[in-house]
């Protein structure tokens, strides 16, 4: 199990010796989060596989690198960061908060394989998850990929077009908006289980305009 806080000005943490993927192998969580300008060093770790990673701010960590972020959360508060070269976010969750931006350019599907619900969340004004090439949503029966985008979120995945399992979107007050044009002609839930779409409060609204019916 892997636990690693980094908070302020100056404070390093140095784990440049681990290599390759970085993978929890205990039954409990793991992390690696970075606040108020605190660094933590992993240049050579290039997968994170059940460990959480959270950065806030100016809190510094390298994720160039990376190719794989899996089984946990990946969370930015107020902060702008794009993943270049991660191309898995399997069973990983995603949140932006506070104004931040997190980008996936590289990611083609989300959800998970196994049991469990994702979220996918945009919360406060000027947060931005985008997801500018993912097609594809992944969940086993009676869970989903749930969108989230609330109090001026945003949400962005332009090309999603294929569902092998549940979806769900929620935005919720004004200015949220979780953005799937891509789907076309009638929707279908594919698994057993929930499926919906729901804007409310205050004019909040998705962009969901190509499909004309939804089933389940």
Same mark, same amino acid.
């Given at each position: ?8 000005? /100056?404070? !390093? ?9 970085l ?10 989060? !970075? ?15 059940? !460990? ?15 190719t794989?972020?899996?089984? #946990?959360e ?24 506070? /104004? ?6 590289? !990611? ?7 049991? /469990? ?16 090439? #993912? ?10 990929a ?6 001026? /979120? ?14 769900s ?18 929707? #279908? ?28």
């Amino acid at each position: 199990m892997y636990e690693g806080s980094s908070d302020g000005g /100056g404070s !390093v943490i140095d784990l440049s010796g681990l290599q390759g993927a970085l993978r929890n192998t205990t039954t409990g969580p793991s992390s690696l989060e !970075v606040i108020n300008g605190g660094t933590i060093l992993i240049p050579n770790v290039t997968a994170l596989h059940r !460990v959480g990673l959270y950065l806030t701010g100016n809190g510094q960590i390298a994720t160039a690198q990376l190719t794989a972020i899996t089984g #946990a959360e990946l969370s930015l508060t107020a902060t702008t960061n794009s993943f270049p070269n991660v191309t898995n976010v399997i069973a990983n969750h995603l949140t932006a908060e506070k /104004g931040a931006r997190l980008t996936l350019p590289l !990611v083609r599907t989300v959800g998970n394989t196994n049991s /469990g619900t994702i979220s996918i969340k945009a919360w406060d004004t000027n947060s931005v998850v985008d997801l500018p090439n #993912a097609t594809n949503i992944l969940a086993e029966a009676f869970y989903r990929a749930h969108f989230e985008a609330m109090n001026g /979120g945003r949400i962005s995945a332009p090309q999603l077009a294929k569902l092998q399992g549940g979806i769900s979107a929620h935005a919720e007050n004004p200015g949220s908006i979780v953005n799937l044009p891509g789907f076309a002609g009638r929707l #279908a839930n594919p698994k057993l289980g929930a499926a919906f779409f729901e804007a409310f409060n205050g004019g909040s609204m998705i962009h969901f305009v190509k499909a004309p019916s939804v089933a389940r």
